[in-house]
Nanobody, 126 residues
Framework: QVQLVESGGGLVQAGGSLRLACAAS????????MGWFRQAPGKEREFVAA????????YYADSVKGRFTISRDNTKNTVYLQMNSLKPEDTAVYYC???????????????????WGQGTQVTVSS
C-alpha cells in the first residue's frame, strides 16, 4: 500500500500563490506517477496535474496551464504543486493521488489512480 499526506492548503487572496506538498510512504517503488486533483463544492472531482516517476513527464489541465507547476523530489518521495495567479474558481479541496500505471493513455498520462490522500482545502478570496 501507498500512503499519501498532503499539506500546504489555506486561504489566499486572488492573484496570490500557494504551494501544496504530498509525501508518499509505503510501497513507493510501485508508483508510476503522482498527481493532483481537486473538487469544488457541488462539482465533480477534476484532474489538475500529474508527473511520472521516471522521466518526469508532466501533464496539466487546460484551466491551470501557465499558472500551476507540478514538481517532485524523488529522494523525499514528495510531489509539489506550485499554484500562482490563483483565482476564486481555484477554490476546492485538493487531493494528491498516486498511480501504479495500470491504465495510461497514448501519451503516458495515467488514467487510473489507486491511492489517494485525505485532501487539503484551498480557498481563494476575491
Amino acid at each position: 500500500q501507498v500512503q499519501l499526506v498532503e499539506s500546504g492548503g489555506g486561504l489566499v487572496q486572488a492573484g496570490g500563490s500557494l504551494r501544496l506538498a504530498c509525501a508518499a510512504s509505503g510501497r513507493t517503488f510501485s508508483i508510476y506517477a503522482m498527481g493532483w486533483f481537486r473538487q469544488a463544492p457541488g462539482k465533480e472531482r477534476e484532474f489538475v496535474a500529474a508527473s511520472t516517476s521516471v522521466g518526469g513527464s508532466t501533464y496539466y489541465a487546460d484551466s491551470v496551464k501557465g499558472r500551476f507547476t507540478i514538481s517532485r523530489d524523488n529522494t523525499k518521495n514528495t510531489v509539489y504543486l506550485q499554484m500562482n495567479s490563483l483565482k476564486p474558481e481555484d477554490t476546492a479541496v485538493y487531493y494528491c493521488a498516486a498511480s501504479d500505471g495500470s491504465l495510461v493513455n497514448f501519451a503516458g498520462r495515467p488514467l487510473k489512480y489507486e491511492h489517494w490522500g485525505q485532501g487539503t482545502q484551498v480557498t481563494v478570496s476575491s
